[in-house]
């Protein structure tokens, strides 16, 4: 697996645990990369991940996603709440099988600490969520990125109207092959 | 249809297919032509998002230099002016336009958002906007067919899991005191022995342990009592509780020849270790007799009904005196070692003081008021114990709702110092050659604790000393290991003290036990 979906993969659990998209008897701590980290219990949501980062690992390796997105959904009105966005830029050709990072392995623990650490710290900018959330994965793609056809829809932004939204730059991390730019957009209305 | 020349050849390309359009039909494609066939049905954000409304199709599907000619028809009503051909309706399609301009910006934040429905326009056009707004155009937005799975816990469970939470948790451990007598020395958390203890009633009120002083322990499970020699480890059965009925308290006569036993239906016993054979049965209790305390000869005795009676063994008629004090049951009972004075704790959270002089035999009004009686336990008193080395102090400990720890001067009848602790308080030894005491606790720490004296700082900690609450401690007759009772059968000894270096090696128990014993009989 790609290094940078490991990440990915970090990120966006600790982020569905944080927000509270779903509850948190729904995750446990393992240690692991160095540190404890969450993992799913649900075998439901484990499952979709799977299939969703499945296809995300094809698409870093032939470098056609440019950006991906969890937006976090209010369940009743459908309103985008917060969008994460993963920038992910290139940082050389790959090959078609991931190159092992050049990178020290402590180097890249310590870049995955601080980012995870950093999540942490957004509950204390980001508005309290209250009602029920759902997310939705939204990856940016090439026009000439392979597409599974009727896994994969196009679908719409679900951006955050322009004058309703914060934005707060993220760490960034990167391996030889990506580098990964993280921002926050959320929803303040005052 | 009338209107049908008016509409503007754009519209016409696009959907060619479906040429004879109502104006509500063609609203309706305006509104969904955005979305992705497949989402169109589903999706609620385009009608709740003014930014990907009609709006939105305006500024995509025409550039802002033909809209300017104010012919455009955006939505139906706009349309519908369209076709009245009057010149004022013009106008304010016109000032719609205007705002629809205005409001590009917001749009165009947006348009790096949304993907380019290439299709749908000329490539030529498509590619000038695409330049226009700095979008690239080989872009798509791809989300998974199917939505995120939902939660599988159930709400309910865990908000009634989020409820029950603090009775789980245990209050964190405070840090070991830093004082430098817990430096000189190391506590041993582990056990130094554990017994099978097996049938031992796991009640609260129930006084099943003692340890005399010729280092013998004397333990009762259910309906049999034990006797267990420390020095060679030989058990030998004692003896049994009358058919039906369980011991409910055990105490070793000060010169551990004797050992008095307390029987749920209010019999009081005197057995001879020795000769494992029973003495006498002394009767008249009307309820459970849970605990028992030796001064010379007079076995005192608390009973269910909050009476405490003294028995002198040695007389026929051995009610020598009664004392009520007490409106629950007797669950502490202790004398002091000179026989002065005896302290009671009871169910009803009291703590009596009685004076230990007792009437003459056969006297008839021998009742003993208490000498003073503290109410400041909020729960059942079960743990008394007197200091060996000051007099005048008395420990007593609250159970479940209370949980502290009270030191009494019995002279004064002040309280001189108060310790909150965890959890219940199940007994309190003082150590004879330190300042220091034991406490032994119930849920949820289990633990065994020791403080010194008079700082009532925190020795030492062993949480978990026994798998369930510690019900009961006793104290070898050297004072440096202290034997725990708890409701999982097991006893533990632990050597929580040592006895002061006199000799060294095998001896030196020896010594200490010989040491204690002689202090005892001094004080007699």
């Known amino acids: 697996?790609?290094?940078?979906?490991?990440?990915?993969?970090?990120?966006?659990?600790?982020?569905?645990?944080?927000?509270?998209?779903?509850?948190?008897?729904?995750?446990?701590?393992?240690?692991?990369?160095?540190?404890?980290?969450?993992?799913?219990?649900?075998?439901?949501?484990?499952?979709?991940?799977?299939?969703?980062?499945?296809?995300?690992?094809?698409?870093?390796?032939?470098?056609?996603?440019?950006?991906?997105?969890?937006?976090i959904i209010s369940k009743d009105s459908r309103t985008t709440m917060e969008r994460w966005v993963f920038d992910i830029n290139v940082v050389q050709q790959p090959a078609i099988d991931a190159p092992a990072p050049a990178k020290p392995e402590s180097e890249i623990q310590a870049e995955i600490r601080n980012i995870l650490k950093q999540i942490v710290s957004t509950v204390t900018f980001l508005p309290v969520i209250d009602e029920p959330t759902v997310f939705n994965i939204l990856a940016y793609t090439s026009e000439s990125a392979d597409i599974p056809a009727n896994e994969w829809v196009d679908t719409d932004p679900l951006a955050i109207e322009a004058g309703k939204s914060q934005q707060v730059k993220l760490r960034s991390f990167s391996t030889d092959v990506h580098r990964i730019e993280a921002m926050v957009a959320y929803r303040y209305e005052g | 249809?009338?209107?049908?020349?008016?509409?503007?050849?754009?519209?016409?390309?696009?959907?060619?297919?479906?040429?004879?359009?109502?104006?509500?039909?063609?609203?309706?494609?305006?509104?969904?032509?955005?979305?992705?066939?497949?989402?169109?049905?589903?999706?609620?954000?385009?009608?709740?998002?003014?930014?990907?409304?009609?709006?939105?199709?305006?500024?995509?599907?025409?550039?802002?230099?033909?809209?300017?000619?104010?012919?455009?028809?955006?939505?139906?009503?706009?349309?519908?002016?369209?076709?009245?051909?009057?010149?004022?309706?013009?106008?304010?399609?016109?000032?719609?336009?205007?705002?629809?301009?205005?409001?590009?910006?917001?749009?165009?934040?947006?348009?790096?958002?949304?993907?380019?429905?290439?299709?749908?326009?000329?490539?030529?056009?498509?590619?000038?906007?695409?330049?226009?707004?700095?979008?690239?155009?080989?872009?798509?937005?791809?989300?998974?067919?199917?939505?995120?799975?939902?939660?599988?816990?159930?709400?309910?469970?865990?908000q009634q899991r989020e409820l029950v939470r603090p009775l789980y948790g245990r209050p964190g451990a405070l840090p070991t005191s830093t004082s430098t007598s817990t430096k000189t020395r190391k506590i041993s958390t582990q056990p130094e022995r554990v017994l099978d203890a097996p049938g031992i009633v796991d009640d609260f009120y129930l006084n099943l342990l003692s340890w005399s002083c010729q280092n013998v322990l004397a333990v009762a499970l259910a309906e049999s009592s034990y006797v267990w020699k420390a020095d060679t480890g030989e058990v030998t059965q004692l003896g049994e509780a009358p058919e039906g009925t369980y011991i409910s308290a055990v105490d070793f006569a000060n010169d551990g020849n004797f050992l008095g036993v307390g029987v749920g239906t209010g019999e009081?016993?005197?057995?001879?270790?020795?000769?494992?054979?029973?003495?006498?049965?002394?009767?008249?209790?009307?309820?459970?007799?849970?605990?028992?305390?030796?001064?010379?000869?007079?076995?005192?005795?608390?009973?269910?009904?909050?009476?405490?009676?003294?028995?002198?063994?040695?007389?026929?008629?051995?009610?020598?005196?009664?004392?009520?004090?007490?409106?629950?049951?007797?669950?502490?009972?202790?004398?002091?070692?000179?026989?002065?004075?005896?302290?009671?704790?009871?169910?009803?959270?009291?703590?009596n003081v009685w004076d230990g002089r007792i009437g003459d035999v056969g006297a008839a009004g021998s009742r003993g008021a208490a000498r003073w009686t503290k109410r400041n336990h909020t729960a059942a008193?079960?743990?008394?114990?007197?200091?060996?080395?000051?007099?005048?102090?008395?420990?007593?400990?609250?159970?479940?709702?209370?949980?502290?720890?009270?030191?009494?001067?019995?002279?004064?009848?002040?309280?001189?110092?108060?310790?909150?602790?965890?959890?219940?308080?199940?007994?309190?030894?003082?150590?004879?050659?330190?300042?220091?005491?034991?406490?032994?606790?119930?849920?949820?720490?289990?633990?065994?604790?020791?403080?010194?004296?008079?700082?009532?700082?925190?020795?030492?900690?062993?949480?978990?000393?026994?798998?369930?609450?510690?019900?009961?401690?006793?104290?070898?007759?050297?004072?440096?290991?202290?034997?725990?009772?708890?409701?999982?059968e097991n006893l533990k000894f632990w050597r929580v003290w040592e006895v002061p270096k006199v000799k060294k090696g095998k001896e030196v128990k020896e010594a200490g036990r010989g040491s204690t014993s002689s202090n005892i009989l001094s004080i007699r």
């Open chain 2, 1 to 158: 249809m009338a209107f049908q020349p008016k509409t503007p050849s754009r519209h016409r390309s696009r959907s060619e297919a479906k040429t004879p359009l109502t104006p509500s039909l063609l609203t309706g494609l305006n509104a969904i032509s955005f979305a992705s066939p497949t989402k169109a049905g589903g999706k609620g954000s385009d009608l709740t998002n003014p930014f990907f409304t009609n709006n939105v199709n305006a500024s995509r599907s025409s550039s802002p230099v033909k809209r300017a000619s104010g012919s455009i028809n955006v939505s139906d009503s706009l349309q519908k002016q369209a076709n009245t051909a009057d010149a004022a309706n013009r106008d304010e399609a016109g000032s719609e336009e205007v705002e629809v301009a205005t409001n590009m910006d917001d749009v165009a934040a947006n348009l790096d958002m949304m993907s380019l429905n290439t299709q749908s326009s000329s490539p030529g056009h498509t590619a000038r906007l695409a330049a226009a707004t700095g979008v690239p155009l080989n872009r798509r937005i791809l989300s998974y067919h199917e939505a995120p799975p939902p939660s599988a816990s159930d709400s309910m469970l865990s």
């Open chain 2, 381 to 488: 008193v079960k743990a008394v114990a007197w200091c060996p080395w000051q007099p005048s102090l008395l420990a007593s400990g609250g159970g479940t709702n209370d949980a502290t720890v009270h030191i009494w001067n019995t002279t004064t009848g002040a309280r001189l110092h108060s310790l909150t602790t965890p959890s219940q308080v199940t007994s309190i030894q003082w150590s004879p050659h330190r300042k220091e005491f034991l406490t032994t606790h119930g849920f949820p720490t289990n633990a065994l604790m020791i403080h010194a004296y008079p700082s009532m700082e925190r020795v030492v900690e062993i949480r978990d000393a026994h798998d369930s609450r510690v019900l009961w401690s006793t104290l070898s007759p050297a004072g440096d290991v202290v034997c725990t009772g708890a409701g999982d």
């Open chain 1, 1 to 71: 697996m790609c290094a940078s979906l490991v990440v990915l993969i970090l990120w966006l659990l600790s982020i569905l645990f944080q927000r509270g998209v779903y509850p948190a008897d729904d995750f446990h701590m393992v240690k692991k990369y160095g540190q404890t980290v969450l993992v799913t219990q649900d075998l439901a949501l484990e499952n979709y991940l799977e299939k969703i980062l499945a296809q995300m690992n094809k698409w870093l390796l032939t470098g056609s996603v440019t950006q991906i997105v969890l937006a």
């Open chain 2, 268 to 351: 009081v016993e005197l057995w001879d270790v020795e000769t494992q054979k029973k003495l006498r049965t002394m009767t008249g209790h009307s309820s459970q007799v849970a605990c028992l305390s030796w001064n010379q000869h007079v076995l005192s005795s608390g009973c269910g009904d909050g009476s405490i009676w003294h028995h002198d063994v040695r007389v026929a008629k051995h009610k020598v005196g009664e004392l009520l004090g007490h409106q629950g049951e007797v669950c502490g009972l202790k004398w002091r070692s000179d026989g002065e004075l005896l302290a009671s704790g009871g169910n009803d959270n009291v703590v």
